[in-house]
Structure formats: structure tokens, C-alpha cells
T-cell receptor
Framework: QKEVEQNSGPLSVPEGAIASLNCTYSDRGSQSFFWYRQYSGKSPELIMFIYSNGDKEDGRFTAQLNKASQYVSLLIRDSQPSDSATYLCAVRNNFNKFYFGSGTKLNVKP | DTEVTQTPKHLVMGMTNKKSLKCEQHMGHRAMYWYKQKAKKPPELMFVYSYEKLSINESVPSRFSPECPNSSLLNLHLHALQPEDSALYLC???????????????FGPGTRLTVT
């Protein structure tokens, strides 16, 4: 079983719609959770982090964490073509090891 | 400022060469990381330094040798690499090593390495 699982996509949404990206993790002792955006040929860029159950909002982005279900999600409101990228979910455990999911490719169509 | 810098941006080396990758951060972070990323794959952790000491080595071959000269700098020394080692090498840093808080990682732009 992989530490972090994501649907590889591609996820296609029209411009202006809400994109919903999901991630599950296997280690119940995981402490904190991150969403990175990665454009082709570039390095990952941190866009959200969360470590308490519930929702965390930052502009058009909302991260949701449910530790009981071992589930993390990222909502992108008013999706723009510039949001088209691969979104990586990452999880940090008690030993400061970070595990990345395989990423979900998002296409936002104009 | 959340900047991590890496040099060089691109590196081409032969299998008998010795080269080094450099990483620098001035955010006061005490944990630094090396990752390897192949095309269309997620980053794979190689090494973690915590307070300038190597804390995690993910069974990386000895042809990769990390070094942390001080809290701001991280090097990766390369020797006798194989063509399959060609990848994007990413450096990252985070504030602390511990069990509480987010301690988010920030990545540098990476070094694109090609081994011929």
C-alpha cells in the first residue's frame, strides 16, 4: 500500500468551475498535510498546508482535512487556465519524512 | 522570503566525472532535504539533514554523497553516476524537525542533471 494515494487524472474542468482534488494517506500518525502545484519542468510550489481537522481557506484555495477518514482534499474555486498543472499531495509523519502522492494532473479549459 | 536557491540549473556529466550540486537558504530553516524526481513521477526523498546532521538516508547509493557545511548550505557530491541517475534534483528546507506544527517544505528550482 502506498503512503499517499491520488487519482492521476487528468481532471478536466471548464474555466470558472470548482476543481476538487483528493488524496488519502495510510499512516494515522501523520502530522501535517500539504498541497503543491508543479508546472511541467518546474519545481513543486507550496500552495496550501493544513494540520488540523476541518477546512482552511486561502484565496481561491480551500484545503480540507479529515483525520478519521485519512483524507485530504483541495478545492480550487473559479478555476483559471493558469491553474492547469500537476497537484501533489504530501504528508509529513512523526519522523519528519515527507511522502508524496503521484500527483493529479488538472486541465482547466478556457 | 521563502527562497531556496540551487546551482547549477543544468548539469551534463560523464560517468567518470565528479561534480557537486549546491543549495542555499536564508530562512533560518534547520532541516534541509535532497529529492530526486524523474519525469512524470513524484519527488523521491534521498537525504534529510536536521541541525546540520544527517538524519535520514533513504538507502541512496554511495555515488551520491551529501554534505551540510552550515545551517544555510547543502551540497550533493556526485561521482561515477549512471545514465539512469539523470533526473531533476530538488533541494528543500523546512523550519524545524519535530512532531507538532506544519513545518512546511519549500523547494528550490532544481538542477536538471544529465549523465552521459
Amino acid at each position: 500500500q502506498k503512503e499517499v494515494e491520488q487519482n492521476s487524472g487528468p481532471l478536466s474542468v471548464p474555466e470558472g468551475a470548482i476543481a476538487s482534488l483528493n488524496c488519502t494517506y495510510s499512516d494515522r500518525g501523520s502530522q501535517s498535510f500539504f498541497w503543491y502545484r508543479q508546472y511541467s519542468g518546474k519545481s513543486p510550489e507550496l500552495i496550501m498546508f493544513i494540520y488540523s481537522n476541518g477546512d482552511k481557506e486561502d484565496g481561491r484555495f480551500t484545503a480540507q482535512l479529515n483525520k478519521a477518514s485519512q483524507y485530504v482534499s483541495l478545492l480550487i474555486r473559479d478555476s483559471q487556465p493558469s491553474d492547469s498543472a500537476t497537484y501533489l499531495c504530501a504528508v509529513r509523519n512523526n519522523f519528519n519524512k515527507f511522502y508524496f502522492g503521484s500527483g493529479t494532473k488538472l486541465n482547466v479549459k478556457p | 522570503d521563502t527562497e531556496v536557491t540551487q546551482t547549477p540549473k543544468h548539469l551534463v556529466m560523464g560517468m567518470t566525472n565528479k561534480k557537486s550540486l549546491k543549495c542555499e537558504q536564508h530562512m533560518g530553516h534547520r532541516a534541509m532535504y535532497w529529492y530526486k524526481q524523474k519525469a512524470k513521477k513524484p519527488p523521491e526523498l534521498m537525504f534529510v539533514y536536521s541541525y546540520e546532521k544527517l538524519s535520514i538516508n533513504e538507502s541512496v547509493p554511495s555515488r551520491f554523497s551529501p554534505e551540510c557545511p552550515n545551517s544555510s548550505l547543502l551540497n550533493l557530491h556526485l561521482h561515477a553516476l549512471q545514465p539512469e541517475d539523470s533526473a531533476l534534483y530538488l533541494c528543500a528546507s523546512s523550519q524545524e524537525v519535530g512532531t507538532s506544527g506544519a513545518y512546511e517544505q519549500y523547494f528550490g528550482p532544481g538542477t536538471r542533471l544529465t549523465v552521459t
